[in-house]
């Protein structure tokens, strides 16, 4: 990791990123268009999770436009596809950052999306992942301009075990840990401090881990039909493809109890690898199918339609949105596109009504952790939203960097 690192730094010091002269066009003349950097997956897996939230970041920038701009100038973009590989996001963070933008949208993934916020972070210019959950993407990880538009990986583990416990009536589980990236880590840290806090930590009655590109889950599910004594559900920490396999092989091989999951499997694009699937339940950040409880939601979906010609495919997608428009917020409330000025703004953001929720900052901490959840299931095909939950546990500094775990 650390040879990994250095290679980053190597790659922006070729763009002069790590000289003087590109951190003044962080607070250069504000009669310029701001201009906004995409170093984002526009093929490779992550593709899946960046294409929608940048559509919808779009979007609002389209929309910032049509209102007569930011500071009475129209918000351009440029955008460069990291190709889902850490060197080209660290490559494309610097070229972008040299290009003057004033704000680096980076990769819905810590570990891809990373690379890209340093560079940003090393020109004092504002970065935001679309969507990456695990906290390190903020100021105790990248620095104090590197922000994420999502909640911590750790809430959604809190919120499906709460969720689960509390309404679903469930008494034991199987945790099962994609250990592929620090996004699900992180979801399953969150699920068994919650689980345990409410069950006992001897409710979760085995903790077995693979990995995203395992072809066979066999030995793990051996694991769980050898046991005296079976869970009642089983918690699938994990992401596609990957998980979408895990999910498969569990209902095939009989196990039909409640399988749990967290929000990077919360869409409908894989449900056709599980005909019939149902009791699987999720903590989704909207509905893309009409049934959300929250108008607004389904108003962006049809505005998202209507822009592109057809709906979001994933849940994500507001995040894109929301994350232009906290930005666009900070930077009107402030006068100027100075970073210093725009992050102390968005600090100050105390459960700040936006699309995708209320959203508050402070400078040690660039996630949400207290965010409501929608709980969303599978029936006929699909998912449908079941209702809005907010979890009761709220993760500490221990937990969310998992320290000890």
């Given at each position: 990791?650390?040879?990994?690192?250095?290679?980053?730094?190597?790659?922006?010091?070729?763009?002069?990123?790590?000289?003087?002269?590109?951190?003044?066009?962080?607070?250069?003349?504000?009669?310029?268009?701001?201009?906004?950097?995409?170093?984002?997956?526009?093929?490779?897996?992550?593709?899946?999770?960046?294409?929608?939230?940048?559509?919808?970041?779009?979007?609002?920038?389209?929309?910032?436009?049509?209102?007569?701009?930011?500071?009475?100038?129209?918000?351009?973009?440029?955008?460069?596809?990291?190709?889902?590989?850490?060197?080209?996001?660290?490559?494309?963070?610097?070229?972008?950052?040299?290009?003057?933008?004033?704000?680096?949208?980076?990769?819905?993934?810590?570990?891809?999306?990373?690379?890209?916020?340093?560079?940003?972070?090393?020109?004092?210019?504002?970065?935001?992942?679309?969507?990456?959950?695990?906290?390190?993407?903020?100021?105790?990880?990248?620095?104090?301009?590197?922000?994420?538009?999502?909640?911590?990986?750790?809430?959604?583990?809190?919120?499906?075990?709460?969720?689960?416990?509390?309404?679903?009536?469930?008494?034991?589980?199987?945790?099962?840990?994609?250990?592929?990236?620090?996004?699900?880590?992180?979801?399953?840290?969150?699920?068994?401090?919650?689980?345990?806090?409410?069950?006992?930590?001897?409710?979760?009655?085995?903790?077995?881990?693979?990995?995203?590109?395992?072809?066979?889950?066999?030995?793990?599910?051996?694991?769980?039909?050898?046991?005296?004594?079976?869970?009642?559900?089983?918690?699938?920490?994990?992401?596609?493809?990957?998980?979408?396999?895990?999910?498969?092989?569990?209902?095939?091989?009989?196990?039909?109890?409640?399988?749990?999951?967290?929000?990077?499997?919360?869409?409908?694009?894989?449900?056709?690898?599980?005909?019939?699937?149902?009791?699987?339940?999720?903590?989704?950040?909207?509905?893309?199918?009409?049934?959300?409880?929250?108008?607004?939601?389904?108003?962006?979906?049809?505005?998202?339609?209507?822009?592109?010609?057809?709906?979001?495919?994933?849940?994500?997608?507001?995040?894109?949105?929301?994350?232009?428009?906290?930005?666009?917020?900070?930077?009107?409330?402030?006068?100027?596109?100075?970073?210093?000025?725009?992050?102390?703004?968005?600090?100050?953001?105390?459960?700040?009504?936006?699309?995708?929720?209320?959203?508050?900052?402070?400078?040690?901490?660039?996630?949400?952790?207290?965010?409501?959840?929608?709980?969303?299931?599978?029936?006929?095909?699909?998912?449908?939203?079941?209702?809005?939950?907010?979890?009761q546990l709220t993760p500490d500094t221990k937990l969310l960097f998992r320290i000890g775990s």
């Amino acid at each position: 990791m650390r040879s990994f690192f250095k290679r980053v730094a190597a790659a922006m010091a070729v763009f002069g990123v790590l000289g003087t002269g590109v951190v003044s066009s962080a607070s250069g003349a504000e009669s310029q268009p701001p201009t906004i950097g995409f170093a984002i997956a526009e093929s490779g897996w992550l593709q899946n999770y960046d294409a929608a939230p940048f559509k919808a970041a779009v979007l609002k920038i389209d929309e910032i436009n049509k209102a007569g701009g930011l500071l009475g100038q129209p918000v351009t973009y440029k955008v460069i596809d990291t190709k889902t590989d850490r060197e080209r996001s660290a490559s494309a963070g610097a070229e972008l950052v040299q290009a003057g933008v004033k704000l680096l949208v980076v990769s819905c993934d810590y570990d891809f999306g990373a690379p890209a916020a340093l560079a940003a972070q090393k020109a004092k210019i504002v970065s935001i992942s679309l969507c990456a959950a695990d906290p390190k993407m903020g100021s105790q990880g990248v620095g104090q301009y590197a922000f994420t538009a999502t909640s911590a990986a750790q809430s959604e583990g809190i919120a499906i075990a709460e969720y689960a416990q509390k309404k679903l009536g469930l008494k034991t589980t199987y945790v099962l840990e994609d250990t592929s990236n620090e996004y699900t880590k992180s979801g399953c840290a969150g699920f068994r401090a919650a689980w345990a806090k409410d069950g006992g930590k001897e409710t979760i009655l085995g903790d077995d881990t693979f990995k995203n590109e395992d072809p066979s889950i066999a030995p793990q599910i051996t694991r769980i039909n050898s046991l005296a004594k079976k869970p009642d559900s089983v918690f699938l920490c994990s992401r596609t493809p990957g998980g979408a396999s895990a999910v498969r092989q569990l209902r095939a091989a009989g196990i039909t109890v409640p399988i749990l999951s967290i929000t990077a499997m919360a869409d409908n694009y894989w449900l056709s690898a599980v005909p019939n699937l149902k009791d699987f339940y999720v903590p989704a950040l909207m509905s893309l199918y009409g049934d959300d409880p929250r108008p607004a939601m389904n108003a962006f979906v049809n505005n998202f339609k209507a822009r592109w010609g057809q709906p979001p495919v994933s849940s994500y997608s507001v995040l894109g949105y929301s994350l232009i428009e906290q930005w666009a917020f900070a930077v009107t409330k402030v006068n100027s596109t100075d970073t210093d000025k725009v992050v102390a703004a968005m600090n100050s953001f105390d459960n700040q009504p936006f699309l995708a929720g209320p959203t508050s900052y402070r400078k040690d901490l660039h996630i949400q952790v207290n965010r409501p959840w929608l709980i969303m299931d599978v029936s006929n095909g699909s998912f449908h939203a079941v209702e809005m939950y907010k979890n009761q546990l709220t993760p500490d500094t221990k937990l969310l960097f998992r320290i000890g775990s």
